[in-house]
Nanobody, 125 residues
Framework: QVQLAESGGGLVQAGGSLRLSCVASGRTFGRYVLGWFRQAPGKEREFVGA????????YYADFAKGRFTISRDSAKNTVYLQMNSLKPDDAAVYHCAAGPISSGTYYYTGSYDLWGQGTQVTVSS
């Protein structure tokens, strides 16, 4: 069974850091893009960033540039989201997703066909 499982969420003070992990099991993702999205209560799910598995090329939403970093460990089949300088507005459930994306639509939720359950990030002011 193919699964994505996120971990690493929690409560952090504003200005702090968290590293989220997404472990992929049941398949390899050589031609896939692994993305991170977040969803706050009452808001739509929004793109955070993504990494192309084969090349490790990364893409980021504007709000994530300079604060968030996505990386992957092929040996562990794991993608990471390092989040620094966290703000209360970053509080949300963070999901990882995988999709066979060959074009530039990595920011679009519909491009992904596999999703994890999410991990909660809470940022106190």
């Amino acid at each position: 069974q193919v699964q994505l499982a996120e971990s690493g969420g929690g409560l952090v003070q504003a200005g702090g850091s968290l590293r989220l992990s997404c472990v992929a099991s049941g398949r390899t993702f050589g031609r896939y893009v692994l993305g991170w999205f977040r969803q706050a209560p009452g808001k739509e799910r929004e793109f955070v960033g993504a990494i192309r598995w084969s090349s490790a090329i990364t893409y980021y939403a504007d709000f994530a540039k300079g604060r968030f970093t996505i990386s992957r460990d092929s040996a562990k089949n794991t993608v990471y989201l390092q989040m620094n300088s966290l703000k209360p507005d970053d509080a949300a459930v963070y999901h990882c997703a995988a999709g066979p994306i060959s074009s530039g639509t990595y920011y679009y939720t519909g491009s992904y066909d596999l999703w994890g359950q999410g991990t909660q990030v809470t940022v106190s002011s």
